[in-house]
C-alpha cells in the first residue's frame, strides 16, 4: 500500500505556544488510527495541525508524497484530508440534502450512495439542521466529509454525547467505511476502546508527545496497560 499521511518530528501549537513535540508517523493508504489520550494531551491540536488550522514549529507534514505543511487549509481538503470537527457546524437554514448537495463534488460519492449508508439522513433529508438530533447531525457531519470524496477521514470524538443506540449505528457505518469502502481515518475517542475496536493501530499523546505507538488489538488486549495510558490521572 502507498503511503498516505507522514508526519516527520512534528512540534505545532497556537502562537509561541507548543502543544506537540516531536511528533511522528505514518499512515498507509486504507489504513485506520486510534488518537488516544487523556483530556488536553493535544488530540485536537494534532487533527487540525493537519489541518494547517495551528502555527507549525517544527517538523514535516508529506501527503501522498508531497509536503503540505504550507497548503492551505481549503487546498488540504481539495488534496483529500476530510476533517470532522468536534463542533459538527450545522446550518439551521440548509435542509439535510442542501448540506450535503452544496459540497458534492462528482466523486465517489454522490446522494445515493450516502443515503445507503445513512438510511437515517435519507429520512430526515427535507430537515434543516436545526431540527435534528445530536446522533443526525454527527451523521451529517461525516457523510458531508465524504461528499468531498476524501481519502481520509479525520474525526474528532464522533461518539461525544451520543445515546447508545445512536453510537451502535454511528459504530457501524465507520466500520464499513473502514472494511467496505477502504477509507483510511483518524479517530480520536475519549471512549479508547470503542476506538481500538474500529482500528487497525493506535498511537497515545501524553502532553502533546507520543508515548505509545501500537496495534489496536494488542493494546485493546492489555487492559492495565491501556487504563494506565489513558485513564484520567
Ligand atoms: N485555540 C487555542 N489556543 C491556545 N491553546 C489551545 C487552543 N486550543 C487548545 N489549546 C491548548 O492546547 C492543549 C491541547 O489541547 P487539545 O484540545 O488539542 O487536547 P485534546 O487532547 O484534544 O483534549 P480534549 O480531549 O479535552 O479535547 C491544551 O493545553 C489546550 O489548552
Known sequence: MPELLALDRVSAGYGQ???LE???????????LA??????????SLLITL??????????IRWRGGDIARVATHKRAHAGLGWVPQER??????SVEEHLTVVERGGKWDLQKIYQIFPRLHERR???GNQLSGGEQQMLAIARALMVSPSILLLDEPMEGLAPIIVQELLK?????VS????????????????????????????GRIVHASDSQSLLADGDKLDRLVAVA
Open 173 to 177: 457505518v465507520i466500520r464499513r467505511l
Open 51 to 60: 489541518m494547517g488550522l495551528t502555527r507549525l514549529h517544527g517538523g514535516s
Open 17 to 19: 505556544s507548543i502543544v
Open 35 to 44: 488518537l488516544l489520550g487523556r483530556n488536553g494531551v493535544g488530540k485536537t
Open 126 to 128: 427535507h430537515n434543516m
Open 22 to 32: 516531536d511528533v511522528s508517523f505514518t499512515m498507509q493508504e486504507g489504513e485506520s
Open 89 to 94: 457546524f450545522m446550518f439551521p437554514s440548509l
Open 180 to 207: 467496505e469502502e477502504g477509507m483510511s481515518v483518524i479517530v480520536v475517542e475519549q471512549h479508547a476502546r470503542m476506538a481500538l475496536s474500529l482500528t487497525q493501530r493506535a498511537i497515545v499523546l501524553d502532553r
